[in-house]
């Protein structure tokens, strides 16, 4: 059974950094992309950032490039997201998602099948 539990979050001020980490089992990584998503209170659930395979391209939304990284480790089965100069906008609940490589669809999160139960993030001061 496929699944996935993230990890990571919690409160931090303004300018701050958080790495998140998003457990995989029941599947190899290797064959699977990944993506995180938000959702913040009242909006709808957002793309963050896509990744397909270690070295391959990476998708980033407008709002996050340069200031968040995702990556992965096939050998531990682990996603990470380290988020840098951290805004309060970027307060939300962190998803991390995947699908199988075989399917396409960008970052688009009507395509990822499989998704965790999520980390809250807050930035505040």
């Known amino acids: 059974q496929l699944q996935l539990v993230e990890s990571g979050g919690g409160l931090v001020q303004p300018g701050g950094s958080l790495r998140l980490s998003c457990a995989a089992s029941?599947?190899?990584?290797?064959?699977?992309?990944i993506g995180w998503f938000r959702q913040a209170p009242g909006k709808e659930r957002e793309g963050v950032s896509c990744?397909?395979?270690?070295?391959?391209?990476?998708n980033y939304a407008d709002s996050v490039k340069g200031r968040f990284t995702i990556s992965r480790d096939n050998a531990k089965n682990m996603v990470y997201l380290q988020m840098n100069s951290l805004k309060p906008e970027d307060t939300a609940v962190y998803y991390c998602?995947?699908?199988?490589?075989?399917?396409?669809?960008?970052?688009?999160?009507?395509?990822?099948?499989?998704w965790g139960q999520g980390t809250q993030v807050t930035v505040s001061s």
């Open positions: 998602a995947a699908r199988h490589r075989s399917v396409v669809g960008a970052c688009a999160q009507e395509t990822f099948g499989s």
């Open positions: 990744n397909s395979c270690s070295g391959c391209r990476t």
């Open positions: 029941g599947f190899t990584l290797d064959y699977y992309t």
